[in-house]
């Protein structure tokens, strides 16, 4: 399978890097295309991949083609490259771009044909593995022909099939998640430093705990009638100890309102932008 990439920025990168690293893919069945020439040089430097003179040369050459620009440029990119697309399988990253938008687009820049295209949110985790992606399949695309994408966002994590409708949602859950994760960590780690540690002792320290809780959490999820986070924080505080204090402290301060005003204006913004 060839893959194609437009845009080598943050996410193209993670993605493409997360791929190789998996095995799914060998960096010289990678083309890369990016307005920025020194972002696609990198990276194909990095991943032994070839660079495309042109859009369209990575959308005619590739069978998978992921469109890793932003959101309002996508449009424009699929309309130009759309005339390529006739045996390519196209991929949209962009938060907030619905699927009938993205066809649209397709059909008024090629022949009159709508592309195929899937919609997916991964995360930034891809570039080691530990994405989580939802995916929604275009008019033209059934599920067994979405395959390739299901093993590439695979490949970098776990993948869900999510109805369009709760894409906003998903974004907050998975996709902008990780940068609310890291201010978490973040936070953790300066309060660490304020009582002595080192900052970099600090973050280890607290990226270990998050990556033990989410494997705790998704092990539990995995099983039937496994415990919930609410039994694991329960598992945690032992009566009068430590932790207990530290959970009505959250709560005092704010921590749960805080976290669902961020997911409020998350979902706020990715509907924004779907116009
Ligand atoms: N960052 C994240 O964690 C996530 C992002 N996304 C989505 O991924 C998409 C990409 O985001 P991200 O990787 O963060 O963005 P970046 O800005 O890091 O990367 C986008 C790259 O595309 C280049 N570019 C711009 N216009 C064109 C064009 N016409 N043709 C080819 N390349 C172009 C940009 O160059 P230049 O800088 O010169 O404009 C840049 O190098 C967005 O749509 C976003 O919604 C989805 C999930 C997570
Ligand atoms: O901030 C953004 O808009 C993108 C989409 C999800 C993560 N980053």
Redesign the pocket.
Known sequence: MRIGF???????GAIARGAVAAGLVDGGQMLL????LP?AEALAGELGAQVASG?ADVAGGADLLVL????N??E??LADVASHLDQTLVVS???GIPLARLEAASRAGGSGEVARVVRA????AASVGQAMTGLALGTRVSEPEAEPVRALFEAVGRVAMVPESLFSPFVAMA?SS?AFALEYADSLARAGVAAGLTKRAALEYAAQAMRGAAELLLSELDKQGGRSAADLIDAVCSPGGTTVAGMMALDGAGFRAATEAAVAATIARDRELAG
């Open positions: 437009i845009g080598c920025g943050a996410m193209g295309y990016d307005s920025y972002s859009a890793a620009v932003k959101p440029v996508i424009a990119v990253i962009a938060a949110m991964p995360n930034l996709g990780p």
